[in-house]
């Protein structure tokens, strides 16, 4: 943060903080700047003192947990902030959770449980690992969306790790067989606009591989089963590439997709026995399973327009298919997270509580179990007006 002169005769750095610091007010006397800074991992309040336009001191802080609001200063000296809640004039919150996916029938459904462990508000695309003992999650480092951190949680001991992988912005992340790797899709800082594929190493805390790409540039599927390949979907091809050489090989042609060509979606069963795919039949969208090679086709889920059904993903064990249904309310998009039996026995909402899906373009990730689907959801908060006073030593002080 910089203090400058109305004349800009001046300008002089106040703070000089490797974490974010930002939106500066003034107190009412000008002896102090206040201001929003994550320096603890969460958006805290904090202060530094300033005498003709330079700072006096080091920078302190004054609320824990304030949040990085908007705010203003009264006449009095009070600190008046607001706190936005869900909607066009407002903030989403959004966080990681954990679902059961085990009921056929609606039941007595647990809440969905948190999984983060710190900057509730700010972590999103959960990535269950493939042996289910972890779970990665991506956070905003601040109150915009770059330069964002991954989240490593292990379930048994509650243990968060944080790493900063030097990523402007990344969306998806895929677990290697061993879980000593993790795929970030995303924007890597100092590449320009060029979106690819890193591989980042746990055991190294940095990045081992950038830019790992299909050609032409394809959608991220995920790890081959040795690990050795990453397959991408390229213009309704599936696509490996050897992500040592770099070589990319087709593992199916188009031809043999050809059946899938007015599919929306589409997602292969762990063993590539299966697959559940979207398609349209009149003002029907339809949720269907077949066989790899499109035979025995089924409908096991439908909804009328103008709903639609996305992302389907297979459980680990090939007997269910999670899925999103999107629908309109009051005006606005709204997702909803189901489940189906894959023999088209049943089908259900998975219970979220006053939560629902944050964005239905986001897949969720199933436990390795076949119980459980970690995903990102949000809730509508009503906002608020706060004052806060007394907070600022005295003159003298």
Known sequence: MFV??????QTTRITDSPAEDGSPIFSADGRFVLFSSNRRGTWDLWAIKVENGRPVGTAFPVKYDFGDHS??????????????????DGVIYKDVYEVQATRSVPGDEAQPKALAKASFGCNFSPAWSLDGKKVAYIRHRGAGEWHQLLCVLSLADGVEQT???GMAKFNRMFWSPDGQTIALFGLAEGRGGWWGLYLFSLATRGRVAD???ADPAGWPLGFSADGKEFIFIAEKERVAVDLTTRAQRTISSLEELAWLAGAEDFNFSRDEALVAYVAKEGAEWQLVVAD???RNKRVVARVHEPATIMTPRWSPDSTKVAYYVTYVEDGWGRHQLHVCAADGSWER???????YVHNATMPPSWSADSTKLALTLVEDVVGEIGVME????AAGE
């Open 349 to 355: 909402r998975v219970y979220t509580g006053e939560k």
């Open 292 to 294: 790899a090679d499109g």
């Open 4 to 9: 400058v002169n109305i004349d800009g005769t």
């Open 211 to 213: 830019y790992i790409q």
């Open 71 to 88: 705010k203003r200063i009264t006449a009095t000296g009070k600190v008046a902030f607001r706190t936005s809640g869900s909607g066009i």
């Open 390 to 393: 007394n907070f600022l030593p």
């Open 163 to 165: 790493f900063d992988p």
